[in-house]
């Protein structure tokens, strides 16, 4: 079993960064497929970004391309997400993921308690 802790959400301005990351116990994290999702209020969650066990190969959501970074370090057991010039609508809790595959919710195994991201404009 795994366990996923989210931190580092928060409230900032329109064309801000930061930067999530979600720690993970249990013996399976380094061999396990990590992602990221968010959901808004009244909407369903979306998926944001995935990576690889060893970090090799990374998924985006198109909307996310070229802003966010999805990465980990398996000798910490912790994948970040590094979001870059953030907008109103990227406004939601995130949550971490793991144990999946690609970006459908319902493949995933883990999942964190979430951290609110709050973008004002």
């Known amino acids: 079993q795994v366990q996923l802790v989210e931190s580092g959400g928060g409230l900032v301005q329109a064309g801000g960064s930061l930067r999530l990351s979600c720690a993970a116990s249990?013996?399976?994290?380094?061999?396990?497929?990590m992602g990221w999702f968010r959901q808004a209020p009244g909407k369903e969650r979306e998926f944001v970004a995935a990576?690889?066990?060893?970090?090799?190969?990374?998924y985006y959501a198109n909307s996310m391309k070229g802003r966010f970074t999805i990465s980990r370090d398996n000798a910490k057991n912790t994948v970040y997400l590094q979001m870059n010039s953030l907008k109103a609508d990227d406004t939601a809790v995130y949550y971490c993921a793991g144990g999946g595959r690609g970006s459908s919710p319902g493949s995933y195994d883990y999942w964190g308690q979430g951290t609110q991201v709050t973008v004002s404009s």
């Open positions: 249990g013996r399976t994290f380094s061999s396990s497929t």
């Open positions: 990576i690889s066990s060893n970090g090799g190969v990374t």
